[in-house]
């Protein structure tokens, strides 16, 4: 069974940088066709969608938030990261990782989800 882990503290300060680890068990990150995704969940706001990583090592994210976010992985470790740059308070959210299979996703594994506050 696919699990998947989020860790990184729960504060950060203002400008700035948030950092959260995804660790996948159970599977492999470079499972053909599969996407590794970082999405959050503003307090009493829908999911937004962050960015991902490809089985191949390919990344793509948001056009909101491309120019913050960059996301990498350690395929020793099967794990893989979020790096978001010059946070403010509206950056605050339950981050989650997860895992699909293809453009449909299909096959999909989630985490549970960490909070994360940006506050001074």
């Known amino acids: 069974q696919v699990q998947l882990q989020e860790s990184g503290p729960g504060l950060v300060k203002p400008s700035q940088t948030l950092s959260l680890t995804c660790t996948v068990s159970g599977g492999s990150i470079t499972t053909t066709y599969y996407y590794w995704s970082w999405v959050r969940q503003p307090p009493g706001k829908g999911l937004e969608w962050i960015g991902y990583?490809?089985?191949?090592?390919?990344?793509g994210n948001s056009p909101t938030l491309k120019n913050r976010t960059s996301i990498s992985r350690d395929t020793s470790k099967n794990q893989f990261t979020l790096q978001l740059s010059s946070v403010t308070p509206e950056d605050t959210a339950v981050y989650y990782c997860?895992?699909?299979?293809?453009?449909?996703?299909?096959?999909?594994?989630w985490g549970q989800g960490t909070q994360v506050t940006v506050s001074s």
């Open positions: 990583i490809f089985y191949s090592g390919s990344t």
């Open positions: 997860a895992g699909w299979l293809g453009y449909a996703r299909a096959d999909d594994y």
